[in-house]
C-alpha cells in the first residue's frame, strides 16, 4: 500500500518560511504528478499547489509568488517551500497525488502562523 509522509511543520512569525517534506514509498514516484493541499478545521481541503514529474508546477492564487514546489524522483520526495507566510496559512498541511488519490492521506503536518 501507498504511504505517504509529511513533515517539517512547525510555529512561525509572520512573513517567516518552512520547508515541507513528503516521502512517498511503495510506488513508481516518478509517474506521478504530486499535489500539496492543506485543511483548517470546519473548512473542506484544498489544494495549494501541484509537480509533475518533469517539475512543472501550478498553484492555488492565494500562495502563488510565496509557495515553491519541488521534488526530488531520485528520493521519492516532494517539498514545499513557503515564504512570506500569513496567519491565514495556518493549517494542517498534506500531500498526496494529483488529482486526489483517496484513501492514501497521510498524518499531515500542521503549519502554525503566528506572533
Known amino acids: 500500500q501507498v504511504q505517504l509522509v509529511e513533515s517539517g511543520g512547525g510555529l512561525v512569525q509572520p512573513g517567516g518560511s518552512l520547508r515541507l517534506s513528503c516521502v512517498a514509498s511503495r510506488i513508481i514516484f516518478r509517474d506521478y504528478v504530486m499535489g500539496w493541499y492543506r485543511q483548517v478545521p470546519g473548512k473542506q481541503r484544498e489544494l495549494v499547489g501541484s509537480?509533475?514529474?518533469?517539475?512543472?508546477?501550478n498553484y492555488a492564487d492565494s500562495v502563488k509568488g510565496r509557495f515553491i514546489i519541488s521534488r526530488d524522483n531520485a528520493k521519492n520526495t516532494v517539498y514545499l517551500q513557503m515564504n512570506s507566510l500569513r496567519p491565514e496559512d495556518t493549517a494542517v498541511y498534506y500531500c498526496n497525488f494529483y488529482p486526489v488519490i483517496a484513501g492514501v492521506w497521510g498524518q499531515g503536518t500542521q503549519v502554525t502562523v503566528s506572533s
Open positions: 509537480v509533475a514529474s518533469g517539475g512543472r508546477t
